[in-house]
Every structure is written in C-alpha cells, then in structure tokens.
C-alpha cells in the first residue's frame, strides 16, 4: 500500500510541479506583454487563475497525502500515543466520507453546468471542474491508505 501511494505522490508532485511552472511562465509572459506592449489578453489571465486552481487542489491532496495540512494540535498532542491513533483515524474516515460526497455532488454539479464556456478560453468549464472530482478521488485513495495504516498500528499497539 504504501509502495503504491509513494508512486502516487511522484507523480502528483511532478504534475504539480509542471502546473506551477506553466502558471509562472504565464504570468511572466502576461506582465511582459502588458508592461512593455500594453496588450492584454482576457485568455491568458483566465488560463493563470485556473492554473492557479489547480495547483491549489493537487497541492492540498499533497499536503493531506504527508500529513501538513493545517491543524490545531494544542489538545491532541495531550493524548496518549493510542488515543492519537484512534483520532486520526476517525478523522481519516471523516476526510473518506467527505470526499465521497464531494464526488458525488461534483459530478452531479458538472453535468449540470458543465457547458458552460469560459468567456476568454472558450472551452467548456466541465474541463475547470473535473479538478473537484478528480482531486477527491485522488484524497480518497490516500484516505484509505491511511486508514489501512492506522488499523496495522492499532493491531500491533493493541
């Protein structure tokens, strides 16, 4: 399990890595063209904030996937080791449940508007918001792997 989600992660962060870097080419180009051209193009900025979006969701199953998301430890770190383990798997069911409901409603939810067309791009927006189920999906494996993790440590704690 763990083989497969460390995979997972290369691959994310390589994905994450190339989204990043388009968005801050394209951001250089876009400053470069306004400053020193006075052009701007209505595509480009809206190619910025998705590429913006994404970095964002692939970097939050990133940051679930190790552990560094954002929590406030000041009463679990009062716990015993055993107690700690039972929460965070609790939580870990919580994030599972969680992201199954949001890929359900996600896909409900793009199908439903997922015509639309970007004003500038002019690309249906059911390719913006594949980034909801698609980021889910991808949570939900680590979910998983974390809750098959979390019951070994509690079997061998006991």
């Known amino acids: 399990m763990n083989k497969i989600l460390n995979l997972l992660d290369i691959f994310l962060l390589k994905i994450l890595v190339v989204v990043l870097s388009l968005m801050t080419l394209a951001v250089i180009i876009a400053v470069f063209l306004r400053y020193f051209f006075g052009i701007s193009y209505v595509w480009f900025q809206e190619l910025i904030v998705y590429l913006f979006i994404f970095t964002t969701f692939f970097g939050s199953v990133i940051a679930y996937s190790r552990e560094e998301h954002l929590a406030i ?8 080791e055993k107690v700690q383990i039972k929460l965070k798997l609790f939580f870990d069911l919580l994030i599972l449940y969680l992201n199954l409901q949001l890929i ?8 439903q508007v997922g015509n639309v067309v970007t004003p500038g791009m002019r690309i249906p927006m059911k390719y913006i918001y594949i980034i909801l189920p698609l980021s889910s999906v991808l949570m939900l494996l680590y979910s998983i792997g974390n809750i098959y993790l979390k019951f070994k440590k509690i079997k061998i704690k006991g």
Do not use: A, E, G, Q
């Open 104 to 111: 359900r409603v996600s896909i409900k939810w793009i199908n």
């Open 73 to 80: 430890n000041v009463l679990y770190n009062k716990f015993s």
